[in-house]
């Protein structure tokens, strides 16, 4: 009888370690462009419960991404800008040319309780600038081009150049909240839901370049039915309410 107890005791433990422990629910892998980012952390619980399993979200710049994607790193969903989803789709690296998301302009912040300036003109723009001591932009942002084309346009790229600030992606809100450079100048979707950001308003008419973020799926991923359920969300009313809180438009 003594011999008996050590003997079943040592059964069972060897029953339990050799029960196979439940599989892993494979973790959804999203690469997205910052634009987005704000829209994607407030509906990002439901899109879980929509696809059925937890999201991986890595946020930069969508020309930052396009590089990764291209080099060869693993994802199952991208969110970046169209003209990057479209050289993506031609090299075989998505698996259609894309599903519009939303679209943002560019806009002017500022540290959270700087005096309001006027920029609803091309001449109040053009004042607020040359009275600028900084401006924040992104190196490889969508907006930087949009940026500077403006500068040249109102002839004062030479007398911005010295007051630029370059940030690496993600970097640049952070910049201006802690004051490192007075305005910034990017989507309006990284300013207005921003904490420490101040929302001053929208590039004037004629100098406004819209972003258009788009979604598409790996054509290597394992996970193709989550990401086309992820996409399928994305269509939805909750992304919709997100999209408009966040200083987005609904893709046309």
Do not use: H
């Not at 634009?35 to 946020?59: F, H, Q, T, W």
């Not at 929302?199 to 406004?208: C, E, K, N, T």
Request: glycine share 10%; proline share 6%; hydrophobic share 40%.
């Amino acid at each position: 009888m003594r011999t008996l107890v050590p003997a079943l005791l040592t059964g069972a433990v060897c029953l339990w370690f050799s029960t196979p422990a439940p599989a892993q629910t494979p973790v959804l892998r999203v690469l997205a462009g910052n634009g987005v980012k704000y829209v994607l952390n407030d509906v990002r619980a439901e899109a879980e419960r929509a696809v059925g399993r937890p999201m991986s979200i890595d946020y930069s710049t969508s020309v930052t991404l396009k590089k990764r994607i291209e080099a060869g790193e693993p994802f199952d969903v991208t969110i970046i800008a169209t003209d990057s989803i479209a050289d993506l789709t031609k090299q075989g690296k998505t698996a259609s040319g894309g599903q519009g998301v939303a679209r943002a302009g560019v806009g002017l912040g500022a540290r959270a309780g700087t005096p309001k300036v006027n920029i609803a003109t091309p001449d109040a723009f053009k004042q607020a600038m040359l009275k600028a001591k900084s401006v924040a932009l992104t190196v490889d942002g969508a907006s930087r081009s949009t940026t500077e084309k403006a500068f040249e346009r109102m002839g004062i790229m030479d007398a911005m150049r010295p007051k630029i600030k370059m940030y690496p992606a993600g970097r640049a809100p952070e910049g201006v909240a802690n004051g490192e450079a007075e305005y910034i100048l990017t989507l309006i979707s990284e300013i207005a839901p921003v904490k420490g950001l101040q929302f001053m308003g929208p590039l004037p008419s004629g100098f406004q370049q819209y972003t258009t973020m788009a979604a598409a799926v790996s054509t290597n991923s394992k996970n193709s039915a989550a990401a086309k359920a992820l996409l399928e969300f994305l269509k939805g009313p909750a992304t919709t309410q997100a999209i408009k809180k966040n200083g987005m438009e609904r893709a046309e």
